[in-house]
């Protein structure tokens, strides 16, 4: 027996002997995923399998630490257990292994140096989700196969690894919800293969102003999210340029993102997936919704001045998120031409004048907020802005439509109004203010006379003398009949 696929059943508790026992010598592919399993019978701390190439048992209870696979292993995935523990060395002496998964357990520790060593055949490395920690390793080596590198949510420090420029096979760069302390590396753009490159909820600093003075391109980029970071400075308008990925349907690109056939002969494919900001919802996509999928977030940072036009050249672009800066000026009309557009949201920033109406155009727009600028004027009607509430516009006092409860006024309704306008403006339109109104009037008038006449009972003669007047000519209380 050769081939052993036992996924998605409900085998609970350790794996069974019999798989164990059989087979040592011939088996080369077993799938155990998406089971119960919690470990093996005695823990063997190498796979009894010696000849195995594909061993996968994601998706299940497996605790302790990583079994270390054959020499021969191919294709090596525990993603989604509960293994601890640091990766052991002897992983870096398996010199044919194509992907190596250990993605969402416990496990901890620095990475051992040596797994740069693999990456000339190494295709996939996905650690993310471990508690992984300390700095990336540096020891990529030049023409190295990786395609893919997953590092996201651990605890990873320092500065990214220089030696990424030798991954020119590299496709997908996810580092994602780590403590990486460094400047944008301008360097990737160099990587003329690299389609998605996520740095979201770093430490990552500083402007961008030097970016395309060292040749960056980044010519198949679809995805960035550089979010949660501490960018400053003004975007410059050249950046977007080179992105010719995003200037076409993401549907209509003839290479798809990273299906990555690992063993032609098996007809192995290694899929993944990754955590986007989309439509205020952080969500996992797979690689089938990424192929057609194009993003930029460059949300919660610090940068400021204008929107560059040149984002408006990216007419495949589905996502664009640049809330929580500091833009000003005024938002591009010749955004009405991304005719892919699903989500914009540009709110907290600083921009100013009208929502362009241009927008209107935009037939696919789900998602639309400017809230918290300085922005004024009508909001644009029709299509997909009918759908839009009003938390999409809220801290924009100048703006006005019945939505935010505030109609707008015409050209003849800010001159100046007529007499007979305003006199009619005085008076009560509303029979509800007509007799709430009488009714303060006779309460006023009632309680007027009650005093006036309290004051007179008592200081009459104080009155009679200070103005020398006639009691007579006084109006007389009401009752005063001790005083006859």
């Known amino acids: 027996m050769s081939i052993l696929v036992l996924s998605d059943n409900n085998i609970e508790g350790l794996v069974p002997e019999w798989i164990l026992n059989n087979s040592q010598e011939t088996l080369q592919i077993l799938d155990l995923s998406n089971n119960s399993i919690c470990g093996f019978h005695q823990h063997p701390h190498f796979l009894p399998w010696v000849r195995l190439?594909?061993?996968?048992?994601g998706y299940n209870q497996l605790q302790g630490r990583l079994p270390i696979p054959p020499l021969s292993m191919v294709v090596y995935s525990t993603s989604n257990n509960n293994l601890t523990g640091e990766i052991p060395p002897l992983i870096c002496k398996m010199k044919s292994l194509q992907v190596l998964d250990l993605s969402s357990n416990n496990m901890t520790g620095t990475l051992p140096l040596c797994l740069g060593n693999i990456s000339n055949l190494l295709l996939v490395l996905d650690l993310k989700r471990n508690n992984f920690q300390g700095p990336?390793?540096?020891?990529?080596?030049h023409g190295s196969s990786i395609k893919r590198i997953d590092?996201?949510?651990n605890q990873f420090t320092g500065?990214?690894?220089?030696?990424?420029v030798n991954c020119t096979n590299l496709k997908v760069l996810i580092l994602r919800g780590n403590s990486f302390h460094d400047v944008f590396p301008f360097w990737l753009g160099t990587l003329s293969k690299l389609e998605v490159l996520i740095l979201g909820s770093n430490k990552f600093y500083g402007s961008f102003h030097d970016l395309t003075a060292v040749g960056s391109q980044f010519p198949k980029l679809q995805i960035i999210d550089l979010s949660d970071n501490g960018f400053s400075g003004?975007?410059?308008?050249?950046l977007f340029l080179s992105w010719n990925a995003m200037k076409v349907d993401a549907g209509k690109l003839i290479n798809g993102i990273l299906e990555i056939y690992v063993d032609p002969s098996a007809s192995i494919i290694s899929p993944y997936s990754t955590i986007l900001t989309n439509k205020y919802v952080k969500r996992e996509y797979n690689n089938h919704v990424l192929n057609i999928f194009t993003v930029i977030d460059l949300s919660c940072n610090h940068f400021e001045g204008h929107i560059p036009q040149s984002l408006s050249d990216l007419h495949g672009l589905n996502s664009l998120n640049l809330s929580n800066n500091h833009f000003t000026g005024h938002i591009l009309l010749s955004f009405g031409n991304l005719k892919n557009l699903e989500s914009l949201d540009l709110s907290r920033n600083e921009l100013s004048g009208e929502i362009p109406h241009e927008l209107v155009q935009l037939n696919f727009l789900g998602i639309f907020n400017v809230s918290f600028n300085h922005l004024h004027g009508s909001i644009p009607q029709g299509k997909q802005f009918n759908t839009f509430d009003k938390a999409s516009y809220m801290?924009?006092?100048?703006?006005?439509?019945e939505l935010l409860y505030k109609e707008c006024q015409s050209s003849k309704a800010s001159t100046v109004p007529?007499?007979?306008?305003?006199?009619?403006s005085l008076l009560p339109n509303d029979r509800s203010d007509l007799i709430v109104i009488s009714l303060g009037v006779g309460s006023g008038l009632v309680i007027g006379i009650f005093i006036g006449n309290f004051l007179y009972v008592r200081y009459d003669d104080w009155f009679i003398e200070r103005f020398q007047l006639r009691k007579e000519k006084w109006i007389r209380p009401l009752s005063n009949k001790s005083r006859k």
Do not use: R, W
Not at 53 to 57: L, V
Not at 136 to 141: G, I, K, L
Not at 395 to 401: A, D, E, M, R
């Open 395 to 401: 801290g924009n006092p100048g703006l006005c439509v």
């Open 234 to 238: 003004q975007l410059p308008d050249k």
């Open 151 to 153: 590092l996201s949510e």
């Open 418 to 424: 007529s007499t007979s306008d305003m006199s009619d």
């Open 159 to 164: 500065q990214l690894s220089k030696s990424l």
């Open 53 to 57: 190439k594909f061993f996968s048992i």
């Open 136 to 141: 990336m390793m540096n020891t990529f080596t």
